[in-house]
T-cell receptor, first 111, second 115 residues
Framework: TQLLEQSPQFLSIQEGENLTVYCNSS?????LQWYRQEPGEGPVLLVT?????EVKKLKRLTFQFGDARKDSSLHITAAQPGDTGLYLC???????????FGQGTTLQVKP | DAGVTQSPTHLIKTRGQQVTLRCSPK?????VSWYQQALGQGPQFIFQ???????QRGNFPDRFSGHQYPNYSSELNVNALLLGDSALYLC??????????????FGSGTRLTVV
């Protein structure tokens, strides 16, 4: 069974701080996707990484895919209250149509 | 450009009943996947429909079934509801198999409560 473990599960920080969320697995994925979910809404895609070692930046968010395509990280610089939400990583096993989600990281950024 | 539309938004059912949830994919998308998200957890894959056929299935019992129509819209049916079926049911759409490399568009979900 392929699993994705996210850490930490909960994070409460002050505005302006930096943070990193980790997503780890013992399995190889063809791609790793990061989503953010607000209460009462569905997940919204932030980024997809497909190449081992790939780094993508989205404003203050930096995403990295591990060289072996088994893990990923999300780094937020100078967090803002608007970054508050549930961050989900999701792996796509090769040649399947499904996503395997981590359990999520709840981020609270206090003003 | 309309995103993924799900109905109803909320639903309360009694144990043992049957329920049907509906999903219209994003314009231009032809593949629909369904996920179950329990409170405080990440979504779990139920199944995926493409060309009106179930293409992939997760670890869910046969009480969970689906359908896709020629216009790409989809339904999720759950029979003999259990209390443990209470969850947010999410529909996600993509174009063919591009979701794997380009991501999926999710709807806002249907919150099902079984009492």
């Amino acid at each position: 069974t392929q699993l994705l473990e996210q850490s930490p599960q909960f994070l409460s920080i002050q505005e302006g701080e930096n943070l990193t969320v980790y997503c780890n697995s013992s399995s190889v994925f063809s791609s790793l996707q990061w989503y953010r979910q607000e209460p009462g809404e569905g997940p919204v895609l932030l980024v997809t990484v497909v190449t081992g070692g790939e780094v993508k930046k989205l404003k203050r968010l930096t995403f990295q895919f591990g060289d072996a395509r088994k893990d990923s990280s999300l780094h937020i610089t100078a967090a803002q209250p608007g970054d508050t939400g549930l961050y989900l990583c999701a792996g796509a096993p090769s040649n399947t149509g499904k996503l395997i989600f981590g359990q999520g990281t709840t981020l609270q950024v206090k003003p | 450009d309309a995103g993924v539309t799900q109905s109803p938004t909320h639903l309360i059912k009694t144990r043992g009943q049957q329920v049907t949830l509906r999903c219209s994919p994003k314009s231009g998308h032809d593949t629909v996947s369904w996920y179950q998200q329990a409170l405080g957890q990440g979504p779990q894959f139920i199944f995926q429909y493409y060309e009106e056929e179930e293409r992939q299935r997760g670890n869910f019992p046969d009480r969970f079934s689906g359908h896709q129509y020629p216009n790409y819209s989809s339904e999720l049916n759950v029979n003999a509801l259990l209390l443990g079926d209470s969850a947010l049911y999410l529909c996600a759409s993509s174009l063919g198999d591009r979701g794997q490399n380009y991501g999926y568009t999710f709807g806002s979900g249907t919150r099902l409560t079984v009492v």
